[in-house]
C-alpha cells in the first residue's frame, strides 16, 4: 500500500512534480508515473493537480499522515540501533532561530562532536514557527527557544533564564542624559551582570513614549513581549519604524540610530561592544522567561539526544 511513498512525501514536501523530480533524481514523466501507478493502487488520487502549487486531496491528507506515522516509526526503530552501538554512528538535529544558531549551539555542539565524533550533526536556523513544525514531524529531534511550546505536545529542558532589556541608540538620549544616567547600562555592565543587581532600578517606557521603535512581528516571544510593556506604560500607538523577525536584526538597526530595539541579555553577552548604543532595564511584568531545549512528548529519546541534554 505504501510502496513508493518516498516519491509522495517529496512530492508533498515541495509541491511540485519538477522540482521533487529534481531531488529524486529521476525524470518528471516518471515521478508522474510512479504518482499516477500509487494512486491507481489505492484507487483515489493523492494531489489536486488543477492547483498551483500542487494541494493534497483528503485522500491525500490522509495518506501523508499515515506516511508520517511510517516514517516515525521507522526512525524510532533507527534511533533504537544506534544506541545499541553505543553511539559510533548515529544522528542528532537540532534547531534555533538565527541568535540561538549562532551564538548559543554552536560551542554546545562542538563540546558534544569531541565526545561523540561520529555522530552526525545537523543544524537548522528558522523562525519558531518553522522550528516548532519540524520538531513535530520528526525533521528535529530538539529546538532550542524562548517561546513556550505547547505542555501537551513536548518535554522540555530548562537551558538558562535570560532577562528582556531595551537597546537605546545614544543620540536619542543626548539631551535627557543627566536624567537617566542612573538607569544607563553598558555593554559591558550586562557581561558583568548588573542588570541582575536589585540595587540596579528599572526606567519607566513612557520617557520614550515619542521616540521611534523597532519592533518584532507577532508570534515572536520577544514581540509580544514587547507590546506587553508598551501597552503597560501607556503607549498604546508606539511609533514604529520597522517590524522585524529576529531582535539580532533589530538591534544592529538599532545601533544605527533608526530606533529603540527589545533585545536580552543573552544577544547582549554574545555580540561586540557598540558605543551607540546603551541599555535600560525595563519596568514592566514579564522582562524575565526561560530558554529551553524541546523535544516530541512521544518520540523515543535517543541515546544522542540524551547525552547532548545531559551537558547542559
Not at 553505543?86 to 544522528?91: A, E, I, R, Y
Request: glycine residues 6%; aromatic residues 10%.
Amino acid at each position: 500500500m505504501f510502496e513508493g511513498k518516498d516519491y509522495v512525501y517529496e512530492v508533498y514536501k515541495t509541491r511540485s512534480f519538477s522540482r521533487a523530480a529534481e531531488n529524486l533524481y529521476i525524470t518528471q514523466p516518471s515521478l508522474s508515473a510512479v504518482i499516477k501507478k500509487i494512486e491507481k493502487r489505492i484507487g483515489a488520487p493523492i494531489f489536486d493537480r488543477s492547483t498551483n502549487p500542487l494541494q493534497l486531496t483528503e485522500c491525500g491528507e490522509k495518506y501523508i499522515h499515515c506516511i508520517e506515522k511510517l516514517m516515525d516509526m521507522e526512525n524510532e526503530f533507527g534511533n533504537y540501533l544506534n544506541d545499541l552501538e553505543g553511539l559510533n554512528t548515529g544522528h542528532l538535529s537540532i534547531g534555533g532561530t538565527n541568535l540561538f544558531a549562532s551564538y548559543i549551539l554552536p560551542p554546545l555542539i562542538a563540546d558534544f562532536v569531541k565526545s561523540y565524533p561520529k555522530v552526525e550533526i545537523n543544524l537548522v536556523e528558522s523562525n519558531t514557527k518553522a522550528l516548532e513544525r519540524l520538531l513535530f514531524t520528526g525533521n528535529l529531534d530538539l529546538v532550542i527557544d524562548n517561546y513556550p511550546f505547547p505542555k501537551s505536545v513536548y518535554e522540555k529542558r530548562l537551558f538558562r533564564t535570560e532577562h528582556l532589556l531595551i537597546a537605546v541608540p545614544s543620540s536619542l538620549i543626548a539631551e535627557r542624559s543627566e536624567s537617566l544616567k542612573d538607569f544607563m547600562l553598558s555593554a559591558d555592565d550586562i557581561r558583568r551582570d548588573r542588570h541582575l543587581s536589585d540595587s540596579q532600578g528599572s526606567v519607566d517606557l513612557s520617557v520614550f513614549k515619542e521616540d521611534p521603535f523597532l519592533l518584532q512581528r507577532t508570534g515572536n516571544d520577544t514581540g509580544e513581549r514587547s507590546d506587553k510593556l508598551l501597552f503597560e506604560a501607556g503607549i498604546h500607538r508606539p511609533r514604529v519604524v520597522l517590524k522585524l523577525d529576529q531582535q539580532i536584526t533589530a538591534y544592529h538597526i538599532a545601533c544605527y540610530g533608526m530606533g529603540i530595539a527589545f533585545v536580552t541579555d543573552t544577544l547582549i553577552k554574545n555580540v561586540p561592544s557598540d558605543k551607540r548604543i546603551v541599555f535600560f532595564k525595563p519596568k514592566g511584568s514579564d522582562t524575565e522567561r526561560n530558554i529551553y531545549f524541546y523535544y516530541k512528548r512521544s518520540r523515543y529519546l535517543t541515546r544522542a539526544m540524551e547525552e547532548f541534554l545531559n551537558r547542559l
